[in-house]
């Protein structure tokens, strides 16, 4: 009768017991944590036995293949990890649940005496070789290494005039390193072979007012004439500026914050009494952004100038425009505070000219030359 | 005629008569009335001391104080607000309400219409110091343009709210 029940608990008690574990060609040992029936791999073994892309953090290890990946968040508690299908950190070393990442990564998933977990080798269904990179697609997600003399392409097989088949995989032989590797999905891999073009800086001119609000009359002239009028011409000198309005039509301030946001550089042109120039300017700068221009002198330079198309100093280009209109005989006045359309990543002023100023043709072809000459002097990092 | 002369309709209308007899001797029921209020509520006016910040460019504000009676029934809210439209020559703000330690003011959207910067920054600051400094329970200003948060009506930045220095 013993014997009997023995022989009835015995399954139940194995089942839970460490079974082995093989994958591809590696073997290693299958856990079950909190006893809950939930086979686990240890994470570096399954990455290397199928070579799956790994990423450990502190509290969380992802593995990734192609186009797809799985992350778990990481317990250190076994009952836990394995009720909430996490991974879990045992004596230093992470284990991961052996099902859930097969079914997330495509992979084949057998439990028999022990655990065998498989990835059937990749075909190589189609080439497309360009100036630009290559474009090549499989039977299945593959991922791509990035070795000396080109990139390998593991557990995948077939033949290329370009590819050399190897025992790890497919090898892609190239003479300079790839400039990128990336999975566009569908057992895709691009290899990019020229660098990207980097954004250039754009600039955003916003005639004030407009439509129904005229802004101020002075003596005849008209606020939301004069600022488009000026706003054209800077625009003339500076090839690719923008315009938020185009002719005389009401713009909401909702819309022109809204390109505001799009631009590396943005000057509001307004007009005020008298024959004072003045620039307001955003007094505090929060933005992630906006703050990380303080380390823009320890970026390389490749990521100094996309900071740069997108991010960017409202003193500097103040300091810019007042040195600007200093060159024309002209004192600017200089104020911070919460003014419109500068709480922006880009560097943004409103810009004040007097009414004085803008009285004739020649007057404000002097005025429109120095706001293009700021910009310029500006863009070209030329102002203090 | 005989029928109608039963002795239960000459009853019937002895009750009736009897009826209208009572109805016309009652007294009438008095027509409702105002709820009455202690004879000395009525003529109380509260007083309101507006912290008015004249602009007083290019120097800043000159803080004035103005008395104002608020009568019953009049909202002092209204009253700050009409007060400091007719000190400053400014359009009345649509609406102001107090709402978690903070002060809202509801602007039309021609507010700052036909000014430059430096005189929106003086109208809208005047605006807000002067509530502050006259609604305790507020302790910054926020502005909405026609009852809807807004980026600004045209110079300034409407988003940030505004603090007594």
């Keep these: 009768m013993r014997a009997l029940l023995l022989l009835f608990l015995a399954p139940f008690a194995l089942a839970q017991a460490p079974k082995p574990l093989k994958v591809g060609e590696l073997t290693g040992e299958a856990l079950y944590p909190g006893n809950r029936g939930v086979s686990y791999g240890e994470v570096g073994l399954v990455a290397r036995g199928l070579g799956l892309a790994l990423w450990q953090g502190e509290s969380q290890v992802a593995l990734g293949l192609g186009a797809r990946y799985r992350t778990f968040p990481v317990e250190a508690d076994e009952a836990k990890a394995a009720s909430s299908l996490a991974a879990w950190r045992k004596d230093g070393r992470v284990y991961v649940p052996l099902r859930p990442l097969a079914d997330a990564l495509g992979l084949s998933y057998r439990a028999q005496v022990g655990i065998q977990l498989d990835l059937p080798w990749a075909r190589l269904l189609q080439v497309e070789a360009r100036p630009e990179g290559y474009l090549l697609r499989f039977s299945r997600e593959v991922n791509a290494v990035v070795r000396p003399g080109g990139v390998l392409f593991p557990m995948a097989q077939g033949s290329h005039p370009s590819l050399v088949q190897e025992a790890m995989g497919l090898f892609l032989p190239l003479s300079r390193p790839p400039e990128r590797v990336y999975y566009p999905g569908g057992g895709q891999v691009a290899v990019g072979l020229t660098p990207l073009p980097l954004p250039s800086p754009t600039v955003l001119l916003d005639p004030g007012h407009g439509g129904e609000d005229p802004g101020l009359e002075v003596q005849g002239l008209v606020e939301k004439e004069a600022t488009l009028d000026l706003a054209r011409r800077v625009a003339a000198l500076l090839p690719g500026a923008r315009l938020t309005r185009q002719g005389d039509e009401t713009l909401p301030l909702e819309a022109r914050l809204a390109l505001a946001r799009t631009a590396s550089v943005v000057v509001s042109l307004h007009m005020a009494r008298g024959r004072e120039v003045r620039l307001y300017l955003p007094k505090d700068r929060t933005s992630p952004l906006a703050q990380s221009l303080a380390r823009l002198g320890d970026l390389p330079e490749e990521r100094a100038r996309l900071l740069r198309a997108y991010a960017g100093d409202p003193a500097r280009l103040a300091a810019a425009l007042e040195r600007a209109f200093a060159d024309q005989g002209f004192a600017v006045a200089k104020a911070e505070g919460p003014y419109a359309l500068t709480r922006v990543d880009g560097a943004a002023v409103l810009l004040e000219v007097g009414a004085e100023r803008l009285g004739t043709e020649e007057a404000r072809a002097l005025v429109a030359q120095a706001i293009a000459q700021g910009i310029r002097a500006y863009l070209e990092g030329g102002a203090p | ?165």
Excluded at chain 2, 6 to 11: A, D, G, K, P, R
């Design chain 2, 1 to 165: 005629m005989r029928k109608y002369l039963s002795v239960y309709n000459l009853l019937g209308l002895l009750v009736f008569a009897l009826g209208l007899f009572v109805y016309w001797q009652s007294p009438v029921p008095n027509p409702p009335k105002a709820l009455p209020l202690p004879a000395d509520e009525a003529a109380r006016e509260e007083k309101l001391t507006l912290n008015l910040y004249r602009p007083d460019p290019p120097q800043g504000f000159l803080r004035e104080p103005v008395v104002l009676e608020v009568g019953l029934g009049e909202n002092p809210y209204e009253k700050a607000l009409l007060a400091w439209a007719q000190a400053t020559g400014s359009p009345t703000p649509l609406g102001l309400f107090a709402a978690e330690g903070r002060l809202v003011v509801d602007l039309p959207k021609d507010f700052a219409r036909g000014l430059d910067t430096e005189e929106e920054v003086y109208r809208l600051y005047s605006l807000a110091y002067t509530l502050l400094a006259t609604f305790p329970e507020g302790s910054e200003v926020r502005f909405l343009v026609e009852g809807q948060p807004s980026p600004g009506l045209a110079h300034l930045d409407l988003e940030v709210p505004v603090r007594l220095p």
